[in-house]
């Protein structure tokens, strides 16, 4: 059984895909939710789907570092295959990223490397792109630069408000992040 764990600071829409997707799966589970945000509304997620959730919230330590250590040594307390950022909103130390190389992924709701870094979605709609679209990536130890795995072009249409295009972009995030992490996992075999 191959085993994920889930990095996620938000609404948890990926987290949920990704958790009904593999549901059923004999060789994939995602073992635990992460989450730096206590009111974070991926924990009703998780408890409503009996998904394990470890709580480390920022807010609580002293500073960045101190979160990133206990963070750490939380994730050392356990085997897992694979990490998966999925809307975690903040960076991951050099350290941590170099301890799992090969085994972070993340995803990101532009063609990296356009638009990186937040709000990627609304950016490329004000700048009136004709194209914006999701990137599933390795993570290094830049933001948003690691070896890209899977892109999708969208097509931001004359029509589209800024809340339409996210629908559009999360609808394919969601369909998409689960069979790629399959697909990741079936290659680090
Ligand atoms: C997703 O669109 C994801 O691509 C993005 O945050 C959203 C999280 O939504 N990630 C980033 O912007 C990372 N830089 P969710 O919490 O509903 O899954």
Excluded: W
Excluded at 41 to 56: C, E, G, M, T
Excluded at 110 to 133: D, M, V
Excluded at 143 to 170: C, M, N, Y
Aim: proline share 2%; aromatic share 12%; net charge positive.
């Amino acid at each position: 059984m191959k085993e994920i764990i889930i990095l996620a600071s938000g609404n948890g829409s990926n987290f949920e895909s990704i958790c009904v997707y593999f549901s059923k799966s004999k060789s994939i589970r995602v073992k635990q939710l992460i989450t730096d945000n206590k009111d974070a509304f991926v924990i009703q997620r998780a408890k409503k789907l009996n998904v394990d959730y470890k709580i480390i919230d920022y807010h609580c330590f002293n500073n960045k570092s101190e979160y990133n250590h206990t963070l750490f040594e939380h994730l050392k307390s356990f085997n897992f295959d694979l990490i998966v950022l999925a809307g975690y909103m903040r960076i991951l130390p050099d350290y941590i990223v170099n301890y799992y190389k090969g085994k972070i992924i993340n995803i990101h709701p532009s063609l990296l490397p356009n638009y990186k870094g937040i709000n990627a979605i609304a950016r490329a709609f004000e700048n009136k792109e004709k194209y914006t679209g999701i990137t599933i990536h390795y993570v290094d130890e830049g933001v948003d630069t690691g070896k890209i795995i899977f892109q999708k072009k969208v097509r931001i249409k004359k029509s589209d408000t800024i809340e339409s295009l996210e629908k559009r972009i999360h609808k394919i995030e969601h369909k998409t992040y689960p069979k790629i992490i399959k697909r990741v996992l079936a290659k680090n075999n």
